[in-house]
């Protein structure tokens, strides 16, 4: 986490930092004993006294191997008795850490939609705005038929709500398995295992994340955000790709809103956001990949090493993420289009745009002839826009 | 493919091998072909004829960067006109080839299901008959609580269950655009935009595959795919590291059904299922995040090396998971259990394992007696399982 | 390994095919057989039968987990004792296939060598012919300050000869180490550890590979070639990328050879070797990597599925890498500048490539006088050219 | 950079850290302002004003899509003229960036060999100790044939010395092109381009770096770094994972030399360092790959996204492979070794152990007298490991 290692990375803020993780440690062990007090279990409990307790970073993480060892030891001699007795009970540190990380994730994901709001409506307006500015379509770098820019747009859109759907229909899971994943010491609190998931249903809601069963090895939860994520970066930079073309002054289509300079090129109008993205689709995969190696790796009732291999690529993708979804919402949304050179470029390789037609014994005349679906494919990407942000709103 | 550099490569069959690859253009072609016809436009093709002629490999497949080329040539060469004259009329070879792979995708995904129906009646069997077989709780490699092999056994249920219900989930979509998205030939052959898209919906009826907009250069469709399979590969790996880590003499408390011999040692019983699928697990991650680093380097109206370089990682993935797949059925179904192994160690570990009920000052007197919620996780496992095998059916 | 798959794949021939693993395993045990013989302990075994003897595919590899168990049993049923009863002495499955896949990876090499000698010859005459060919030079995609086109040819070199002298450095080790890698069996059979010692090496000497201590468990071996190999294609990459941005038709600074065609467009000329180099180049990292994920998984005395997910991956980036050579090699080989393109589009952007001399308060008139050290860099790049081929040939 | 979500990573100190590449970047500056001073250039330039300016964060680094651009902004608002006027005159901030990057690899560097001396030694003495602790061989996780401890260390010794013996060799460059790798600003400066040359080399001289070329586009310095990095975390990890087995409870052979604790149960004695270092292991190959991938997407004279996609995966990678070999170290210091145990155990599978030696028909009686070469091998890695100490202090 560093601007000046990953320049952008101030637009994630907080998400994912150490404040965030032991605020979500926190959260998670007070809504656990808020459960444990409103079960009539820990009546003596005060989990108002534990929200109020100032965040502290645990001492020596280290030496236990995750962070919670040492965080719970650390409030435990903050908390007055009985409420220190009842903090953590019958919890292990996966499950404090699993449902923290899930929160975590859920604020990230919270801030993607925003950006994806943005976009949707940035891609959607261009989309309508050039329905008809034609320009070259381009494969394998070469001009193929006539296209326009909404197209691209559109195609843009699709992008990225294929992305961003799937990522709204993650599910976050909350952890609760105790030791060994058998809830034993929560149902030695509480009197029996059914009791004790009742307790973990009443965690999952007290949180706010979905209801599971305990999933210490079975780690596609977290392969799911990770999927997800790195899918959402995917989509930003084949944006970003096109826009870096597209801007090369020999096409000159397409133009940052506020180009970067130079340490010596006064001249220079670098288009940095998309540079940024696209340097962000050439990483993403392999923190999302390193996500499925770990789950691959879990053996026993909990891994040695597979779990704690997790959250660094997790934190790093996610905040990736957000920072991508950032900076494509802000080049949409300024994006400049110069459809005059877009269809002078067109016009004048006429001939080739339209061979495929000739070659159809095809009697269009002219490009915007020769345009096929593109009006109601771009019409099926903006009604699928406005679903989108209607039932996002 | 070989089995010599991937043993068990040949439980893949024939998926995703050429004449499987070709097969599929073929079908996609006559199904194009079809759709032409029943559409009043192509009256004069005959779809019989094509899909009748045996399967061709295509000559000199480089030089025009794709398979598809030289295959729709020698298709031509091979058909009387008009049929010739109409074949593959409006499609570009993408087309034919995204939904050529998406035929094979489903070939693949329809094999999985199949093992995954066995792997769960078979890891449902050893939790049933397991709920009551106490063992040893490891976390960290150490010794945590007591546990049951059932709930091993409901925990790898619930692992491959995450994993396969996604994979089911998964849209495969077909793909029909033209040169460069627009549907400009389509439209051109039978009027107008509107029409070309009423084609392309036939199509996907045609071959069985999801309606979709032009996925050219927005391949989520394929990366979906590709993080549903190696989720299923991971969960395969997390059974085989269990069975490792248990069949290791020290331990034994599992057995492979049919374990391997040495070429040197007359003795060895090495689990080589297990050993395979680790390797599968071990694997898995790096193609399914080179499908991604494919998506994210889209570009243009079609990619300049970005989709190309998604044919062999899927290949590979979707054929390595379905190897995985079937030996970790087998596995589940032959695994040799043994019971008084897992109570001798939990007994003998009876200190340790109940280290943690004595802080929670509980007075549960054996390892039995202190097993949480195990029986009701099975059950929920059970349930689950006993759904996914009716809805399959 | 599929032409349909990987287009291009032919140009990698019989490398690393099944054939080619058995012939290599032959050998291995064929050498063994003879340092067996000529160190005068299987005085009796002849082997010239074995080095005789017709391939055969082993049956039932996946029993085994291996393909030499079932390879070793095959050949010691076609052999007459007293040969096939030395056959295999001493050796585990590891030692035969570790050093069979080294012999496959040296012969990889070779043609990769072969290759590059190509590369360098082609490209230094690009340097050379274009030190004088004044073009933009480009820089976030944007125009920065002049260079020569002589300049990006030997900035190509440069990136060859760093992967091409790298690979030729990596040792490739023969491996005998026995059951556990102790040689335990090779030294019973000739005496003690100390002739057990000087018949690995002999082996060494008889194959032709590099002298070990055994490496069953510390796979750098394998890592380094991947290493060396991904480098190769990253080299290629960064020259496809170039001609990719330079063919686009609004650029037009350069052409391939013998572009592609398209299933549907007449006029198309796709830079299908670039095209394919990039997707070599887009996909390598990730076999790559998953060497490396196989060697931080080794464990034991041999590994529990680590050793056995080299395999695969070592061969498709082996494969790939030879691919990726040759296309390059034809890419540079052919290639078509257009150097008035060139000097037309950088006097049009004159102003803006001249703008960081202009800042420096230079007095330089014209492009051709700020090429700063263009020409003694692409000296140099030549001289160390001329060093490679000197010594390679 | 994180202790709660990397434990341990507080031994990475302040590597890499932004202040670090801040100082990094004024030593490249001051380094380039002397370097332009002693060639009586910028006479009136005072380097030692700009040395001992304080480092200050740059504002707005996205901006500019890389640190440089602000950083030289700020030093130059708190230089006093001509001082001021002289910064950073003739380069790049590709030039800053890149050679800022390849100190901090070399601090890197230089803190994983004291930490490898600290591993060599500490395996060569376990090597030494234990050339007569006969314990099982196992071999995909079966008792094999009997080896003995020492043995193991020795491969531990090979697996480190490998890895670190390619580190040592992997050459760090300093950057200098100018802004499209021409040098042509330098040459304005300075007179022409063999001038340039000059200080180019002299610069390298400055800061301690290799003389190169530019490699602005070249990547395979920063891909070295990497595969050389992740080499070592193999290593690291192959180390762990014996540990890991090897502390199981059931197998008890070692144990870490301070064992963590668990949250809930008093008893747990988790090999902490070990499932830390196994975690790197997983994670390692990602950020390592991502080098690739980034060294593959090079284009044109400076990339418009690979090179900004290095930065972060280097510094994550440096920083993993720094804790977990200094975590290596430490584990190997302290390891705690049961000899007793492992006897226990052989001699518990005598028969298992001793079955390839009856095949063979080998008269030895013993476990003792079945152990091939082990302490020829043992030495051997000893003298190496003596010879890398020796070269190395």
């Known amino acids: 986490m560093s601007e000046l290692f990953w320049p952008g990375e101030a637009r994630a803020g907080a998400l994912f930092d150490d404040d965030a993780l032991l605020a979500a440690m926190t959260r998670v062990e007070t809504a ?24 502290q970073t645990p001492d020596d993480v280290e030496a236990g191997g995750n962070p919670v060892i040492g965080f719970v030891a650390g409030l435990r001699n903050r908390l007055p008795d009985p409420t220190a007795r009842w903090l953590h009970k019958g919890l292990t540190s996966q499950d404090v850490l699993d449902t923290a990380l899930m929160l975590c994730a859920r604020d990230a994901a919270d801030q993607i939609l925003r950006d994806a709001r943005r976009q949707v409506l940035a891609a959607r307006d261009l989309a309508v705005a050039h329905r008809g500015s034609v320009q070259a379509g381009r494969t ?69 994340l979905a209801e599971s069963v305990p999933w210490h090895t079975s780690r596609r939860p ?3 955000v990770g999927d997800a994520l790195v899918a959402c ?14 801007s090369r002054p020999e096409i000159g289509e397409l133009a940052e809103p506020t180009p970067g300079g130079s340490s010596t090129m ?30 691959a790796a879990a053996v026993d009732e909990r891994p040695d090493g597979a779990w704690h291999a997790e959250w660094d690529p997790l934190r790093t993708l996610a905040r990736h993420t957000v920072v991508a979804m950032s900076q494509t919402a802000d080049l949409l949304e300024g994006l400049v289009v110069d459809v005059d050179r877009m ?35 771009i019409a099926a990407a903006v009604q699928r826009a406005d679903r989108f942000v209607k039932g996002d709103a």
Chains 1, 2, 3, 4 share one sequence.
Not at 233 to 246: E, H, M, P, W
Not at 345 to 370: F, K, M, P, V
């Open 32 to 55: 656990w004993l808020r459960v444990l007090h409103d079960a009539g279990v820990a009546r003596d409990a005060d989990p108002d006294v534990l929200a109020a307790l100032p965040v």
């Open 140 to 208: 394998l770098t070469q001009h193929a038929v006539p296209t326009t820019f909404g197209l691209t747009a559109a195609n843009w859109l699709t992008g990225i709500l294929d992305a961003v759907e799937d990522l709204v229909r993650v599910p976050l899971p909350m952890q609760l398995g105790g030791a060994a994943g058998t809830l034993a010491g929560v149902a030695a609190v509480v009197g029996d295992g059914g009791a004790a998931l009742e307790l973990a249903d009443a965690l999952a809601a007290e949180v706010g």
């Open 222 to 224: 977290v392969t799911r």
């Open 233 to 246: 970066v995917d989509a930003c930079g084949r944006i970003a790709n096109d826009v870096l073309v597209r």
């Open 266 to 295: 006064p001249h220079k109008h670098n288009p940095v956001l998309s540079v940024l993205i696209r340097r962000a689709a050439i990483s993403a995969p392999f923190p999302a990949a390193a996500l499925h190696a770990a789950a």
């Open 343 to 377: 269809l002078a470029t067109a016009s004048a390789a006429r001939a080739d745009l339209l061979a495929e037609q000739h070659a159809l014994a095809n009697e269009g005349r002219d490009l915007a002839g020769y345009l096929g679906a593109t009006d109601l494919l």
